[in-house]
């Protein structure tokens, strides 16, 4: 590398010729590239704001004044602070706490999000978890309009809910394409942290298609995303939303350069069976599967590690009736290929019941094409039925943080689901309900140590590291499947 005349760069910052240095000073050749390949604009997001801004809405909640003593006596506001983003909820000396006057039943505040008019006609698309437990429903528009909103339809799944408003001639978004959003590129959010309305954050987007073991792979971005974000539009430069702002990821609570979007295509998809009939369907094929490792990949002449490996498939299910067996390697659906082990539920839960699909199989060193007719996903039935409600439910702090708590299960219960361990869930909230955990349901696992009953359930979740992703190893009916908590969101 060539030496640098540092002291012709004193003399002309000296004179006043700060401003030509680029242009006179000769630099290396690497270094110069370097330099014209920063000199841009930076984007100017006000246009965005004005056509956008009038689209976003406010959305706060209600609920019985009765229903709603917040844990220690705390703000419902600061409580979804400490809840959502996964920070312990103080003890407060009970003559600390902030004294509430009598109040009677009527509704009272709860809570705040962000939303955005989906259509003119007064559909607004927000989070599931905004409007969760709501006996009543505002929303806000930027011209401090008010409206009761009627709920539409909510899917906990997918975090997201559509609500109705009655009035005509409301400015609409445009929804974009997601396949054209692309890692790099400047987005901006609009919404109303900690009840702030109509804040605008920009950012870039870091990642997507990323993985959180939930139905949606989500948009990553490092725009700041606080309490009352959520459910407000992640925005590109054409003024197109790409995705709802839902979640971040923290270890203090607070934002940290890391938030998630879901996919506004798999938005639309779900908002448009909640605006049909109010739920969500979805496919099933009755398989259970696991990771390809390149280990097992290699060994069987695979290729690579990809697909998903059947480890057991349900009698009588659309998969056994279709010839797949354990041991098969799915490796496309309906014609499109399944990467990683998560790609196939996301493709069969989109896929509506009764159709007719192809699946391929590679099974014993060659590929096969197989033809599996979908069936729709029942309302799951609690596992542990009888669960003694004299016993108190167990919920320590690290399992509240996980929003779990569990019951230890009697040898009858044991006996009759053929178990020789585990703890049954008495209740999920919060991330575990996120996670896709219900009330009913019997935790064999956690971060892969098996859990023979409480003790080892508080024992094991007290010293896993909350701010990663958490296996979990449940039973549910017939079936044993894998959750992901994550805590800190």
Same mark, same amino acid.
Not at 78 to 104: C, K, Y
Not at 429 to 446: C, H, K, P, Y
């Given at each position: ?51 956008? /801004?009038?689209?976003?809405?406010? *959305? $706060? ?48 505040? $709860? ?68 396949? $054209? ?16 309305? =109509? ?32 459910? @407000? ?9 790409? /995705?709802? =702002? ?11 350069? *890391? ?18 009939? @109010? ?20 060994? *069987? ?63 014993? @060193? ?36 996980? @929003? ?29 309900? $996120? ?12 971060? =892969? ?41």
């Amino acid at each position: 590398m060539s030496k640098f005349d540092w002291s012709m760069l004193r003399a002309l910052a000296m004179s006043g010729m700060v401003a030509t240095v680029a242009s006179v000073a000769v630099l290396p050749q690497g270094v110069a590239m370097a330099q014209s390949a920063v000199v841009r604009g930076l984007p100017d997001f006000t246009d965005l704001v004005d056509q956008v /801004g009038p689209s976003v809405v406010n *959305i $706060r909640t209600r609920e019985k004044a009765s229903d709603r003593s917040g844990a220690n006596g705390m703000d419902e506001e600061m409580l979804e602070f400490f809840r959502r983003f996964g920070v312990p909820i103080p003890n407060m000396p009970r003559q600390q706490r902030p004294q509430r006057p009598q109040q009677d039943e009527e509704a009272q505040p $709860r809570g705040v999000g962000s939303g955005f008019i989906l259509t003119a006609d007064g559909f607004v698309m927000t989070n599931a978890h905004v409007i969760d437990g709501a006996d009543e429903v505002i929303v806000t528009l930027t011209d401090k309009r008010e409206f009761k909103a009627r709920v539409v339809g909510a899917d906990k799944r997918t975090d997201v809910a559509v609500v109705k408003i009655e009035a005509t001639g409301l400015p609409a978004v445009k929804v974009g394409d997601v396949s $054209r959003l692309k890692v790099g590129e400047w987005v901006m959010a609009i919404g109303s942290p900690f009840g702030l309305e =109509n804040s605008v954050t920009a950012g870039i987007v870091s990642a997507k298609a990323r993985d959180t073991g939930d139905y949606l792979p989500f948009i990553q971005t490092d725009v700041a995303i606080n309490p009352g974000n959520s459910g @407000g539009p992640l925005i590109n430069m054409r003024g197109e939303v790409v /995705g709802i =702002n839902s979640q971040i990821y923290s270890r203090s609570g607070g934002f940290m350069g *890391i938030s998630f979007a879901i996919p506004m295509d798999e938005a639309i998809r779900v908002s448009e069976q909640l605006r049909t009939s @109010g739920r969500v369907t979805r496919g099933r094929i009755g398989v259970q599967i696991g990771n390809v490792s390149k280990d097992v990949a290699d060994s *069987i002449g695979l290729g690579k590690a990809q697909g998903a490996v059947v480890t057991g498939v349900e009698t009588g299910s659309p998969a056994d009736k279709a010839g797949i067996e354990a041991g098969d390697i799915i490796t496309r659906f309906d014609g499109k290929p399944i990467e990683k082990v998560a790609d196939l539920p996301r493709l069969v839960g989109n896929t509506k019941p009764g159709t007719k699909s192809s699946i391929t199989v590679f099974r014993r @060193g060659s590929a096969r094409d197989l033809q599996v007719t979908v069936a729709e996903i029942e309302p799951d039935k609690p596992v542990a039925k009888a669960v003694e409600r004299e016993e108190k439910p167990k919920a320590s702090a690290a399992a509240q943080q996980l @929003g779990l708590s569990v019951l230890e299960l009697t040898d009858a219960q044991k006996k009759e689901l053929k178990l020789k361990g585990g703890v049954a869930v008495a209740s999920a909230t919060e991330a575990a309900a $996120r996670a896709g955990l219900r009330e009913g349901d019997v935790i064999l696992s956690v971060a =892969n140590a098996e859990i023979t009953g409480l003790k080892d359930f508080e024992a094991v979740v007290s010293k896993a590291d909350k701010s990663k992703p958490l296996s979990v190893l449940y039973r549910r009916g017939e079936w044993t499947q894998y959750a992901v908590i994550r805590a800190l969101r």
